[in-house]
DNA sequence: AAGTCCATGTAACCAGTTACATGATTGC
DNA sequence: GCAATCATGTAACTGGTTACATGGACTT
């Protein structure tokens, strides 16, 4: 039991899902915490029903469609998720590439750190907008159903407000270092204007 | 060449160091956004030197401690590690156990949960205060140094400046969990005070 | 006596990624 | 004609973790 099985059992505890679907919900947005690919999905799920977790029954589709396993979960998958919830977990150590190339940024040409640092930023504005959307979305739809604690709802948006918190704390961050970035380029700039030809310090010319 | 390689580059380019010292710096703190054990450290070493990365030197010790090999960027290293850091860089996906848990955070026992995130919440605020405390001693040895790009610092400072906007990001997201826990909690309660016996709705008995 | 620090590794395992396979149908 | 959508998988690879090995000296 991987946190993935955990994370699909999370999915199965809400309503039946089949292989397919949950594909759909751990590639992308909704679940801001986890993902993975089909290719780990399905052997994964044949675990989880290996383990008495989940049971599936199949779905004949009357059109073009190809037959699909709906999965549900059991009482004793239920009962996993639940015991996994509140077991201790350890704290997870960071592992950011664009982070670990910022602890080197002071080797780069800051024109091409500031496209990076821009495009992320851009990157990261544009998962903030998707979370508040979703957010706002549940608000409208649910309104103060979400501060229960028993209701789904309520793992859903604790979910996003992390990622709202998450991603709002990279954007800062982002626009954080353009800055600095900035100002040295027009310091560098102004030097320049100064005094065109090459000298280091503020001096003045005769 | 994996992103440990290049952070493994990244602290040679400031100063040579044996296979332990970096064992030692990607083990915990300093760099906030990577971390490696020597069980991987030693054999990535030696894929570097074998790509000319990296050279080393035997240095014996005179003491009772085994010899080390001290590891140094070779010209070709630090190119490498200059053209990564400025590379795009696909944005990271989350994977964080404790926030997968949050999202099912509805099947628990309230008690427990709180009892979780209270954990959670004092390990980031004490990593939040290590990072400040780092960053002050920073800024206390060498001033304004840290803000001009051409120096290591800089890339430890915004390092750093990331790793404190992370934590805090963390800590405040717990906050607001606890506090919602205990409202709940709370509700709970003054519920059962005002009748004892079972009854679901609020209203008044006669 | 037991555990930690210095110092360097090897071997086995496993979660997650990449690549590949199948096949009907709908939309551009 | 080509790509995407629906639907389910297998196979190979790899980065990172866990476990194990060595050995002297210093600390509790």
């Known amino acids: 039991m991987i ?59 009357h059109d073009y469609r190809p037959d699909k396993k709906v999965y549900e979960i059991t009482k004793a998958g ?23 190339k910022a602890y080197s940024l002071w080797l780069a040409d800051p024109h091409e750190a500031l496209t990076r640092f821009r495009e992320h930023e851009q990157a990261h504005s544009q998962q903030l907008a998707d979370y508040e959307a979703l957010l706002a979305r549940l608000r409208r739809e649910w309104g103060s159903a979400l501060d229960q604690m028993n209701s789904p709802l309520f793992g859903s948006s604790i979910a996003i407000h ?8 990279y954007v800062h961050w982002c626009r954080q270092v353009i800055e600095q970035l900035e ?6 700039q102004a030097a320049r204007e100064e005094e065109p030809s090459s ?7 005769s």
Chains 1, 2 share one sequence.
């Open 3 to 61: 946190p993935l099985s955990y994370g699909l059992l999370g999915l199965l505890a809400r309503q039946p899902l089949s292989g397919y679907d949950l594909a759909q919900y751990m590639k992308k947005r909704v679940a801001p915490m986890w993902s993975a690919l089909p290719s780990q999905i399905y052997p994964e799920l044949a675990k989880l029903e290996a383990q008495g977790m989940v049971t599936h029954h199949v779905v004949e589709q």
């Open 78 to 100: 239920r009962e996993a998720l639940r015991h996994w919830v509140t077991e201790p977990t350890p704290v997870t150590t960071l592992r950011d590439e664009f982070v670990l």
């Open 162 to 169: 992390y990622g709202i918190g998450y991603e709002r704390h």
């Open 183 to 188: 100002q040295q380029l027009h310091g560098e």
């Open 199 to 205: 000298r280091p310090s503020s001096e003045q010319s």
